[in-house]
């Protein structure tokens, strides 16, 4: 028989401490990190209300981040807002410390990081991985 405890912040906390486990294939869940007690959740989206499917793996991506409260958006409007986000981002114009080009950069420079142009950037990345 195998004990399998619960962290102080996980969704089944409030209900018990410990869980009995017998069978060895649910042990295998565990070993992959997943839940056996999770079920698919049919959740309301906050912005559209309409209904979605929270999946069993994303429970498990979810649980995998530390995050503790499940989604309040259906994935359209996920997608929607992530895009939202960032046309609405204010860009800063500055001059690529490499080659001298203007770039823009979607950050404040405060001058004491040099910053580059896209693709300056993205050969001294390649530089810096061979």
Same mark, same amino acid.
């Given at each position: 028989?195998?004990?399998?405890?619960?962290p102080?912040? $996980?969704?089944f $906390?409030? #209900?018990?401490?410990?869980? !009995?486990i017998?069978?060895? =294939?649910?042990?295998?869940?565990?070993?992959?990190?997943?839940?056996?007690?999770?079920?698919?959740?049919?959740?309301?989206?906050?912005?559209? =209300?309409?209904?979605?499917v929270?999946?069993?793996?994303?429970?498990? #991506?979810? !649980?995998?981040? =530390? #995050?503790?409260?499940?989604?309040?958006?259906? +994935?359209?409007?996920?997608?929607?807002?992530? !895009?939202?986000?960032? %046309?609405?981002?204010?860009?800063? %114009?500055?001059?690529?410390?490499? /080659?001298g080009?203007?770039?823009?950069?979607? #950050?404040e420079?405060?001058?004491?990081? +040099?910053?580059? /142009?896209?693709?300056?950037?993205?050969?001294?990345?390649?530089?810096?991985?061979?």
């Amino acid at each position: 028989m195998v004990y399998y405890a619960y962290p102080k912040n $996980s969704r089944f $906390s409030s #209900f018990w401490q410990y869980s !009995q486990i017998e069978d060895s =294939g649910v042990l295998g869940i565990y070993a992959r990190g997943g839940d056996p007690y999770m079920q698919d959740q049919t959740l309301t989206c906050r912005d559209c =209300g309409k209904q979605f499917v929270w999946t069993v793996g994303e429970q498990e #991506f979810y !649980q995998q981040k =530390g #995050f503790t409260n499940p989604p309040s958006r259906c +994935p359209d409007c996920r997608k929607l807002k992530k !895009q939202q986000m960032r %046309t609405d981002r204010k860009m800063y %114009t500055v001059k690529c410390a490499n /080659c001298g080009n203007d770039a823009q950069v979607p #950050f404040e420079p405060k001058g004491d990081r +040099p910053v580059y /142009c896209n693709d300056c950037f993205r050969q001294m990345k390649q530089q810096n991985m061979a």
